[in-house]
């Protein structure tokens, strides 16, 4: 009997039937590629996958508590539901520094409006905040946005004290960074597949979305791909994701990583183009076959611990 392959998806369409097509078929029938079936969890149900393969999780809970009970009976789950739950970009951005890869000087900021179930007596640990000591560190112009969040949303660019302030009001209470504005001559997108594989694409995030892969008409820098993919790879490898992709801005001709917290990147045909939607898919369908074939022990994380352990002064 064929093992199989769950995809668990949402809405997205091209990329989940494809990805199970070409599991089948490039396993020649030993794995199967199938759509994850769950109802209402008994404690005790079986869970009948070699491998699942996650794209939507980080939206719904209930996915999320049945991953990580898969992994507790044995289940392979890409990406990890236990790393995924506890990252945030902020910490990223501590890695990546760490790590040897340039990123935008960033300041973690308090929630702006309680959360729930607090109130002004619950925050007595917290002072206020010297913003004069923020801005100078970071200059404007300055983007906010959540240290957990994705897909753009809740995202302000800010261009001095009255627009960061109009912009801070309006985020409830999310975990917000202010991170430093790259003013950037060519912009990259990397996908990452099993911490090894990598797809370096030209990508311009100031065009709308459905042409931000369109960028034909740019000159390949065969060097600075090269570090890209290089630093791309490190990052994975330091935050345990088998898939990811991680964004560089090139400023003064030093690549600095823009975001590199995407556990479910998008991989839609019309947004990412033909030729990178089936690098996707082939490349995807062989690394999660390998992982079946080749099971490994459950990893926690990456190697950020160890790098930690040999970082080099914060910078001043």
Known sequence: MAKRIGVLFGMEDTFPWALMEAITSRSEGEIEGVAVELSALRD???????????????????????????????????????????????????????????????????QKDYPPRTEGKSFRNLKPIDWDQVFEYLGFPIFMKPAYGGGWRDVHKCVDRESFFAAYAQTRDLSMMAQEAIDFSSYYRCYVLGRARVRVMHYDPRVPHEERYRTEHLERDVEMEKRVERDAVTLCNALGYDLNTVEFAVRDATPYAIDFMNAAPDADLASVGRANFDWVISNMADVLIERVRNPKPFQATGNWPAIMQQRKPART
Request: zero cysteines; glycine letters at 2%.
């Open 44 to 110: 005790d149900a079986e869970i009948p996958y070699a491998l699942i393969f996650d794209r939507i999780s980080h939206e719904v809970e209930f996915y999320r508590v049945f991953l990580k009970t898969a992994v507790a009976r044995g289940v392979d789950v890409v990406n990890n539901p236990f790393w995924v739950s506890s990252d945030d970009k902020f910490f990223d951005n501590v890695i990546a520094e760490a790590a040897g890869v340039a990123v935008p000087k960033t300041v973690l900021l308090p």
